[in-house]
């Protein structure tokens, strides 16, 4: 246990144990004639002695301000000097115990208490030796003893000063650099504030507009501030897939402002991210160059869903803040414009039923009947196509609104898809049946094939069933290939049915 205690020192601890255990050396070598002084004076510095060792060991446990080098320096120098006195001044043995002090406040690592040592042991040894001798201070010896000590002790002071300097150095440097420091990070922290600010009120704005044109026009008007453009303009994606202008920001019409002209856009990537900066420089055609613009695709789940174009003085590059609020721009603006589509196309939904169109399902075998009555007098060949949406009735927790609004919206995809002299017919719980007219089976299952990739793309629907996507099945049957009977076709397309679901890749065939 005493080993481990004494393992846990420290070094001051460690520098004042080897002190008192120098001084209480002494002791036993006055006591015994190693170091010899005169009998009486024995006496006096062993009680000396005893007395400063005690007060070293235990003082600093109850005196608080013993503690201090300096002061214990302080007192070191003062019981040597005593002892020195004591046994003879400059013949006493003891007076190589000021080297004592001096090493001591070395160890310490403190060179302007070692400093001060040497100075004061200098001058006790110069009064010593005045009183003692003093008609030896005209010696030629101790005048060139003086010179080279003063040397020493000059070089000491100038070395204290020179450290005091860099030291003081270090630390304005230290402040200056921490001072940058701070203030680069209280920059920061205002930048990142005043974003936060900006993205907090673009999305208070942003939540409070249902239109589609609205949402553009905001994003717009946050846009171009953002890239230093006057100029700009708004597209959105139409369900056929072609950009379609929806706003305009800073073209003056009433003033006979210039069109906007032609707009091209560049071709994106398959990894294109949304809210990317997009410099377009499209080839100059027979009516001259067309402008460079400033394109930000508005990307949501791999789909593009809108374009934000500047016009105008195009600088060379924009500054990383520039573009990384541009991207926190798409990122809010394409969340909300997912959100103003659906609103629009649930009340435009609501207003119309397109359901209505759809041919009854109970006449359904009559009307393949009759098909097959009118392709076999004039040798014609149709495919019959069935669809059936496995997230329809998957989910118990939708509201019937909601899943009447999935199928309204897929009854319109269909309908957009379909040519005239097609006929669909739904039965009520997410299954439709096409009659492809004069289709044969090859162009058939490219067609469905297109069509159910539509569907399962589609986020409308999928959000109103509140599923990732749609999950879609189809099989296709044709006349007179695999049958030549309504029965037997229905039935064909009602077994390739209980197989699953498809993928938009592979449509269930009898052949398959």
């Given at each position: 246990?005493?080993?481990?205690?004494?393992?846990?020192?420290?070094?001051?601890?460690?520098?004042?144990?080897?002190?008192?255990?120098?001084?209480?050396?002494?002791?036993?070598?006055?006591?015994?004639?190693?170091?010899?002084?005169?009998?009486?004076?024995?006496?006096?510095?062993?009680?000396?002695f005893g007395g400063y060792v005690i007060l070293l060991a235990v003082g600093p446990r109850w005196v608080r301000?013993?503690?201090?080098?300096?002061?214990?320096?302080?007192?070191?120098?003062?019981?040597?000097?005593?002892?020195?006195?004591?046994?003879?001044?400059?013949?006493?043995?003891?007076?190589?115990?000021?080297?004592?002090?001096?090493?001591?406040?070395?160890?310490?690592?403190?060179?302007?208490?070692?400093?001060?040592?040497?100075?004061?042991?200098?001058?006790?040894?110069?009064?010593?030796?005045?009183?003692?001798?003093?008609?030896?201070?005209?010696?030629?010896?101790?005048?060139?003893?003086?010179?080279?000590?003063?040397?020493?002790?000059?070089?000491?002071?100038?070395?204290?000063?020179?450290?005091?300097?860099?030291?003081?150095?270090?630390?304005?440097?230290?402040?200056?650099?921490?001072?940058?420091?701070?203030?680069?990070?209280?920059?920061?922290?205002?930048?990142?504030?005043?974003?936060?600010?900006?993205?907090?009120?673009?999305?208070?704005?942003?939540?409070?507009?249902?239109?589609?044109?609205?949402?553009?026009?905001?994003?717009?008007?946050?846009?171009?501030?953002?890239?230093?453009?006057?100029?700009?303009?708004?597209?959105?994606?139409?369900?056929?897939?072609?950009?379609?202008?929806?706003?305009?920001?800073?073209?003056?019409?009433?003033?006979?402002?210039?069109?906007?002209?032609?707009?091209?856009?560049?071709?994106?990537?398959?990894?294109?991210?949304?809210?990317?900066?997009?410099?377009?420089?499209?080839?100059q055609g027979d009516d001259g160059p067309e402008p460079v613009t400033v394109c930000v695709p508005l990307i949501?789940?791999?789909?593009?869903?809108?374009?934000?174009?500047?016009?105008?003085?195009?600088?060379?590059?924009?500054?990383?803040?520039?573009?990384?609020?541009?991207?926190?721009?798409?990122?809010?603006?394409?969340?909300?414009?997912?959100?103003?589509?659906?609103?629009?196309?649930?009340?435009?939904?609501?207003?119309?039923?397109?359901?209505?169109?759809?041919?009854?399902?109970?006449?359904?075998?009559?009307?393949?009947?009759?098909?097959?009555?009118?392709?076999?007098?004039?040798?014609?060949?149709?495919?019959?196509?069935?669809?059936?949406?496995?997230d329809y009735g998957s989910t118990s927790w939708i509201e019937d609104q909601d899943r009447d609004l999935a199928?309204?919206?897929?009854?319109?995809?269909?309908?957009?898809?379909?040519?005239?002299?097609?006929?669909?017919?739904?039965?009520?719980?997410?299954?439709?049946?096409?009659?492809?007219?004069?289709?044969?089976?090859?162009?058939?299952?490219?067609?469905?094939?297109?069509?159910?990739?539509?569907?399962?793309?589609?986020?409308?629907?999928?959000?109103?069933?509140?599923?990732?996507?749609?999950?879609?099945?189809?099989?296709?049957?044709?006349?007179?290939?695999?049958?030549?009977?309504?029965?037997?076709?229905?039935?064909?397309?009602?077994?390739?049915?209980?197989?699953?679901?498809?993928?938009?890749?592979?449509?269930?065939?009898?052949?398959?």
């Amino acid at each position: 246990m005493m080993w481990l205690h004494m393992r846990a020192r420290t070094g001051e601890e460690w520098i004042s144990l080897v002190r008192v255990l120098l001084l209480l050396a002494l002791i036993p070598a006055l006591w015994f004639g190693i170091i010899r002084v005169t009998t009486p004076a024995v006496n006096g510095i062993i009680m000396l002695f005893g007395g400063y060792v005690i007060l070293l060991a235990v003082g600093p446990r109850w005196v608080r301000f013993l503690r201090r080098a300096d002061l214990a320096i302080a007192f070191d120098i003062l019981v040597v000097t005593l002892v020195v006195i004591i046994s003879g001044n400059l013949n006493s043995p003891f007076l190589y115990l000021y080297y004592l002090t001096i090493l001591e406040a070395a160890a310490r690592l403190n060179l302007r208490q070692a400093i001060a040592a040497a100075l004061a042991m200098a001058g006790l040894v110069v009064l010593l030796y005045t009183r003692g001798e003093p008609s030896q201070l005209e010696a030629a010896g101790f005048r060139l003893g003086a010179i080279i000590a003063g040397g020493f002790f000059l070089a000491l002071f100038l070395s204290m000063l020179v450290q005091e300097y860099r030291v003081t150095q270090d630390r304005i440097l230290f402040a200056e650099t921490l001072d940058k420091r701070l203030k680069e990070a209280t920059r920061q922290l205002e930048d990142q504030l005043q974003e936060l600010r900006f993205y907090n009120e673009l999305a208070s704005r942003l939540s409070g507009e249902l239109r589609v044109q609205g949402v553009l026009e905001i994003l717009l008007e946050v846009f171009l501030p953002t890239i230093g453009l006057s100029k700009g303009v708004a597209f959105t994606l139409g369900e056929d897939e072609a950009p379609h202008f929806a706003a305009a920001r800073g073209f003056d019409w009433a003033e006979g402002d210039q069109e906007m002209g032609t707009i091209s856009f560049p071709v994106l990537s398959a990894g294109t991210a949304g809210g990317e900066v997009l410099f377009h420089r499209p080839p100059q055609g027979d009516d001259g160059p067309e402008p460079v613009t400033v394109c930000v695709p508005l990307i949501r789940a791999g789909s593009l869903r809108a374009w934000l174009v500047g016009l105008g003085d195009i600088p060379e590059s924009f500054p990383e803040s520039a573009t990384r609020r541009v991207r926190g721009i798409a990122t809010q603006g394409v969340s909300a414009l997912e959100a103003a589509r659906l609103h629009e196309e649930v009340q435009h939904m609501l207003s119309s039923n397109p359901a209505r169109s759809l041919y009854p399902w109970n006449g359904l075998q009559k009307l393949v009947a009759e098909e097959i009555r009118r392709s076999t007098e004039l040798m014609l060949v149709f495919s019959l196509a069935e669809i059936q949406l496995e997230d329809y009735g998957s989910t118990s927790w939708i509201e019937d609104q909601d899943r009447d609004l999935a199928l309204r919206r897929v009854v319109k995809l269909l309908q957009a898809s379909l040519r005239r002299v097609d006929v669909a017919s739904h039965d009520g719980a997410g299954r439709f049946v096409l009659l492809l007219a004069r289709l044969p089976k090859i162009q058939a299952a490219e067609f469905l094939k297109r069509l159910t990739q539509r569907l399962e793309e589609d986020s409308v629907a999928a959000r109103l069933l509140e599923v990732p996507h749609l999950t879609v099945s189809a099989g296709l049957v044709t006349f007179p290939e695999d049958g030549s009977t309504d029965s037997a076709l229905l039935d064909k397309l009602r077994d390739l049915a209980a197989l699953g679901s498809s993928t938009p890749d592979h449509v269930h065939l009898p052949n398959a």
